[in-house]
């Protein structure tokens, strides 16, 4: 857990929650795991503030807690926490895969942290039932949120079990069972009061699955870009065809026999190129896709794996590659990627093989010591006579501690992204603030017909000064939005890398 | 025996070593010069070794003398017994040069005294200093009007024992470009991937006709120099090598797996005072100018 981890993770907690849930957060972050009471001592805040900010914590599952005999401990999860500014992409992704109908139940329910279906779709409906632009019915909600369920990107969230004998209770997981929903009930929930309704499976977001979504798409992505769209697919039926037979977080795949691979292939009707020549494609992937599939048998025309802890590792060092081109640029990059491929390698080697200028070849190689992209190795030859022994430097790149660094530099990129936000928001409050105001009435005014002459008065209210100033402040904004998802992007790929056990 | 006398002895064997460049022994001599005694030729070809106008071999047990060069000959005319050892030594090391501490070793000289004689022969324009390129403090020495060898130069990448990083800079660009030009060949190949593969490798044969056309380069480059030159693209990550059934290398282009990650497109991904930058103190994100140019824009 590093400094910088904390940094991030009590600023998440800060937007997202406000500044109490920050500070519990962030004492929960530094002391490990703690008892309220502790919690009261260090911070200082009274105690119900805290238990409020805990069961917010433990609401969104941004923290967990295990009891000893006498005490309850709680302890915060910040990998979850991170997964807040990743809202949006999940969203993204159920909208593009599965319609609006998708993205507003699962907006809805990463608002709630966990509600039974009744209530999620009741709620869903009666927001947008005025809203002629989404024209939502409860058939199509319901049937949405079913295949989300079969899907797995919904699950049941677990249940509370009180042992006996204990005041804690235990959170006990339990299997998800696509749920029978009636749709006369919802209905009847819809009209009445929600607080009566009788449903006490709970749902929450599986997101996991989304994960692996990702993952995926990165993988065919690089593929499609080694090679073109056809192998892509193919890779997403060969990931396909992996999620039959194994956990989908195995280092490496059952084999695919290349039978299955031509059947699914054939469905495949817009792609004639690929139907034609699977065998070849499979081949080209094999060869030159960046060591994703490996072939691993001949039996029925051929067997292939996915090796996904391998496409992980290759995209991780896809993405240190940008890093140092981009801060040390071309030629450093170059002998970084000497040196990665050499193993290990002594200095003078380093400039014959990158074809370099010594000198230059020497300050850019300390550069990247500096910078922790490459480390040394010391090697002392064998006392020869004399004692002269000289020693050996080779030089060599620990890619688990090149990602560790990256790591960090994206926390802190993060951080101070977010915080330039922050203080632009703060800083433009009262315009932000005008702006909003104005926009509302004058859509209120809209609604009621007012004539247009005193919609423009309220309008003018904003001074072209304030306005041009609001504007830019709001592009700015946009921009670090979109740069915080961009981040957070590659903070997945280190992930994926860190998902796999060395 | 008079002067003049000797005078003509050295003139007759200077004349049978001329018509026979190879070398000429003593009994070439004896046959050449008849009467002539085993003193009296002792003497002569003592003072022509002393004017250093033979070599003197040891061929098959008998003793082959050898007129020298003229060129050598005028070169050290007027030098010392120990520049002529260390003459000797250096011309023997040909175009490959000789260290300075192997012929310290092998003319039993002392260091000072080398570096004088080396010093004399240096400024006569005789001899040359070479740095080799593949050990920066190493000099060795060789005739003045030899090409230094491969090894010592660095061949085509040198210029004056200095790296041409920008020869090989342009170089790297234009492979590349050639690469690229058939890169997208692999995709959707109406022909099937493996064809389209292998339409967009390039053998280091092609590549190297392609860089000799276009005519960038003075000095000829040969296969091996610009596999070099494509090794280059394959460590800097832009494209992959294969190798073909006959053993030949090929190259295709290729693209980073992934697009530039966010990480490189907000400035402190690239900022060089990432580790510096805090929420308090004298670089901060709110502060910084990296931060607003790059929210200006
Ligand atoms: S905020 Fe500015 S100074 Fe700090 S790391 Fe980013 S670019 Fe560098």
């Not at chain 1, 494609?281 to 391998?310: H, K, N, P, T, W």
């Not at chain 1, 903070?491 to 060395?502: E, G, K, S």
């Not at chain 2, 003398?65 to 060129?71: E, G, H, P, T, V």
């Not at chain 2, 907000?266 to 510096?276: D, E, M, R, T």
Request: hydrophobic letters at 40%; glycine letters at 4%; one cysteine or more.
């Amino acid at each position: 857990m590093s400094h910088q981890l904390g940094r991030i993770v009590s600023q998440i907690l800060h937007r997202y929650f406000g500044e109490i849930v920050q500070n519990v957060g962030y004492d929960l972050f530094i002391y490990g795991s703690k008892s309220i009471n502790m919690i009261v001592k260090t911070t200082g805040l009274p105690r119900t503030r805290i238990v409020d900010s805990l069961r917010t914590l433990l609401k969104f599952d941004l923290a967990t807690f295990e009891s000893t005999d006498v005490f309850v401990n709680y302890k915060l999860l910040p990998e979850n926490i991170l997964l807040l500014i990743r809202y949006p992409r999940y969203l993204l992704q159920m909208k593009s895969k599965y319609g609006s109908e998708a993205e507003m139940l699962v907006e809805e329910l990463l608002q709630q942290a966990s509600c039974s279906a009744t209530v999620l779709i009741v709620t869903v409906m009666n927001k947008y039932k005025d809203d002629k632009e989404k024209n939502i019915n409860m058939i199509n909600l319901k049937d949405t949120f079913i295949s989300l369920v079969t899907a797995g990107y919904i699950q049941q969230a677990p249940v509370a079990e009180l042992n006996e004998g204990s005041e804690a209770p235990i959170l006990v997981p339990v299997e998800t069972k696509v749920p029978e929903l009636d749709l006369r009930d919802l209905m009847q929930a819809m009209a009445n009061n929600l607080a009566d309704v009788k449903d006490n499976t709970y749902w929450k977001v599986n997101y996991d699955r989304f994960h692996l979504d990702f993952r995926d798409d990165l993988m065919i992505k690089a593929i499609t870009r080694r090679i073109d769209e056809n192998a892509g697919e193919l890779m997403r039926l060969l990931l396909e065809q992996m999620y039959l037979t194994m956990a989908p977080w195995a280092a490496e795949s059952c084999p695919v026999p290349a039978v299955e691979l031509r059947e699914s292939a054939r469905r495949l009707a817009d792609r004639p190129l690929l139907q034609q020549h699977v065998d070849q494609y499979l081949r080209v992937i094999e060869e030159s896709g960046g060591e994703f599939v490996r072939r691993c048998g001949d039996a029925g025309g051929g067997q292939y794996a996915v090796c996904a802890r391998r496409a992980a590792e290759r995209l991780l060092e896809a993405l240190l590659d940008h890093c140092v081109t981009e801060r040390l640029g071309s030629k450093a990059h170059r002998i970084f990627r000497l040196i990665r491929s050499k193993k290990y390698i002594e200095e003078e080697d380093i400039q014959k093989n990158a074809m370099l200028p010594n000198k230059e070849c020497k300050e850019l190689t300390y550069k990247l010591l500096e910078e922790h992209f490459i480390s040394v190795q010391p090697m002392r030859k064998a006392a020869s006579a004399g004692g002269t022994a000289k020693a050996i430097y080779l030089y060599h790149v620990k890619i688990h501690e090149v990602a560790h660094t990256v790591r960090e530099m994206c926390y802190r990129a993060l951080h101070n992204v977010i915080s330039v936000g922050a203080h632009m928001r703060q800083s433009h409050a009262r315009l932000l603030d005008k702006q909003r105001r104005v926009r509302s009435i004058v859509h209120g005014m809209r609604v009621r017909g007012e004539p247009q002459d005193n919609i423009d008065d309220v309008l003018e209210t904003l001074t072209p000064p304030e306005l041009a100033a609001v504007s830019a402040a709001e592009a700015k904004l946009r921009t670090l939005a979109a740069a915080e998802i961009e981040l957070d992007r590659a903070l997945f790929i280190l992930t994926c890398y860190f998902a796999y056990p060395r | 025996m008079s002067e003049s006398n000797d005078d003509q002895v050295t003139e007759k064997i200077l004349n049978v070593a001329k018509k026979n460049p190879k070398g000429i022994s003593d009994k070439d001599i004896a046959a050449a010069i008849p009467g002539l005694s085993s003193a009296e030729l002792v003497t002569a070809i003592n003072k022509l070794l002393q004017q250093g106008l033979f070599d003197i071999y040891n061929q098959g047990g008998s003793l082959i003398y050898r007129l020298k060069s003229q060129a050598s000959k005028q070169a050290v005319k007027g030098a010392d017994n120990e520049e002529k050892v260390v003459y000797n030594l250096i011309e023997e090391a040909g175009n490959k040069g000789i260290w300075i501490r192997d012929i310290r070793i092998r003319s039993n000289l002392a260091n000072t005294q080398l570096t004088k004689v080396l010093k004399s022969l240096e400024s006569k324009k005789v001899i040359k200093a070479v740095k080799c390129v593949n050990a920066s403090k190493k000099k060795v020495y060789m005739l003045y009007n030899l090409e230094p060898d491969r090894s010592i130069s660095g061949g085509a990448w040198y210029q004056d024992q200095d790296f041409e990083s920008e020869f090989v800079e342009i170089l790297n660009r234009q492979c590349l470009r050639f690469l690229q030009q058939r890169a997208d060949k692999i995709k959707n190949n109406p022909r099937g991937p493996i064809v389209g593969r292998t339409q967009s490798y390039a053998t280091a044969a092609e590549v190297q006709k392609y860089i000799t056309d276009l005519g960038i380069s003075k000095v000829k480059l040969e296969v091996e120099d610009v596999i070099t030159i494509l090794n280059t693209l394959v460590y800097d990550g832009k494209a992959e090598s294969s190798v073909y059934p006959d053993g030949s290398k090929v190259y295709r282009s290729i693209e980073s797996l992934i697009t530039p990650p966010g990480l490189v497109q907000v400035p402190c991904g690239v900022c060089p005072l990432i580790h510096k930058c805090c929420s308090t103190g004298l670089i901060t994100p709110q502060e910084c100018k990296y931060m607003s140019e790059w929210l200006e824009q």
